[in-house]
């Protein structure tokens, strides 16, 4: 029997370590006495210079101030529970955020914390990804330091015929996280690319471990093309692909990136709880590239066409074709005829 789990968990609070670099950031001059953080924090001294020190550790810049105490100069453009957490508002998404500087593929890595126990809304962050999953075995190229990698464990109380349908919920998120942080125009593609100027910027890869009526965990795999440069996407991509920053010109901060992405993440994630799909999926029909355009649809050796009249409360592609009866699609690769 696998444990059950509360839908809705809150936010544990912040950690000392949290709450010193707030301390740190709320601060006139940057500076302060460790005596001032040791009354603030309700710690001894000793202990202020061992979370300093374990700051550093991870990367933090702190300077000792002579006479004065200690100054925070520059933290690392990492996404770490540490810099996600202070200004994230969710109530369920990023419950617990597990970051790593590399891994093999977030989604493997969820599928093990969801395993052990790991609550609804948990996400795993890498840095970098040796082993990046698309679909159908396919790679997807994780390099370090600019992009986002991101699995999200989610354990909704939904039959597994429709889990195809949090796939959207990942499409919209990623597209309004994109209008939240920069000026680009993002399009969806069915079923789990996100382009800008017709260049594929974000790929989603649902994963599900589930028997045949109950759904353990869903994995949200989300990855986003943020500061990739051009000379770091190989050739011979399956169709074209950008970056948010190669197409608006300007670096995306990673943090707010993510925090936005979290919290659209969550608010559509409440959204069809409370109220199913519908909302999700009138939204996605409004950002899809295709509704309207002929089409053609391949999977392994076999081939479909017709014109695109929708998506149905499943997420399969409602393809018009010749003779005007209606063809559902539930997976393969789309080109625009
Ligand atoms: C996808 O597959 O688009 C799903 C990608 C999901 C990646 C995330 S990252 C976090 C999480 N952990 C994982 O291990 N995966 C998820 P698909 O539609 O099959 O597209 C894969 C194809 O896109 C590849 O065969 C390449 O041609 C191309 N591609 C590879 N890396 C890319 C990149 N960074 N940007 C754009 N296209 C890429």
């Not at 690392?76 to 790593?100: F, K, Y």
């Not at 093990?112 to 190229?141: F, H, P, S, Y």
Request: with cysteine.
């Amino acid at each position: 029997m696998r444990k059950a789990f509360s839908s809705r968990i809150a936010r544990s609070e912040p950690t000392l370590e949290q709450r010193l670099l707030l301390l740190f950031r709320g601060s006139d001059d940057g500076i302060l006495s460790g005596e001032s953080i040791g009354s603030f924090l309700n710690i001894s001294r000793t202990a202020v210079w061992k979370h300093v020190k374990r700051l550093r550790d991870k990367g933090y810049r702190i300077d000792a101030v002579p006479a004065r105490g200690y100054r925070l100069v520059a933290a690392p453009d990492a996404l770490t529970e540490n810099e996600l957490a202070p200004g994230l508002s969710t109530t369920r998404i990023g419950c617990r955020i597990v970051s790593v500087p590399a891994t093999g593929s977030t989604n493997q890595l969820a599928f093990q914390l969801a395993d052990e126990g790991a609550a609804d809304g948990t996400v795993v962050i890498a840095d970098t990804q040796t082993g990046g999953r698309g679909r159908l075995g396919r790679r997807w190229e994780s390099p370090p330091g600019v992009n986002l990698y991101c699995s999200v464990i989610i354990r909704p109380p939904i039959p597994p015929l429709h889990a195809p349908q949090l796939t959207f919920l990942s499409a919209v998120a990623v597209s309004r996280a994109i209008e939240a942080t920069t000026r680009l125009r993002p399009r969806i593609k069915w079923p789990n690319d996100v382009l800008v100027n017709d260049r594929k910027v974000a790929g989603l890869l649902n994963e599900m471990n589930a028997e045949t009526d109950t759904i353990h965990c869903v994995v949200l795999g989300i990855g986003v093309n943020l500061n990739m440069e051009r000379s770091q996407f190989p050739d011979g991509l399956r169709q074209p692909a950008s970056s948010l920053f190669l197409e608006s010109g300007a670096a995306v901060d990673r943090r707010e990136f993510t925090r936005a992405l979290l919290a659209e993440l969550d608010a559509l994630y409440d959204g069809f709880l409370r109220n199913g799909f519908g909302e999700t999926r009138d939204e996605w029909l409004a950002r899809s590239m295709l509704v309207g355009k002929r089409v053609s649809v391949s999977f392994g050796e076999s081939e479909t066409s017709g014109e695109v009249g929708g998506i149905d409360a499943d997420g399969a592609l409602l393809l018009r074709r010749g003779d005007g009866s209606i063809e559902r699609v539930l997976a393969g690769d789309v080109a625009i005829l």
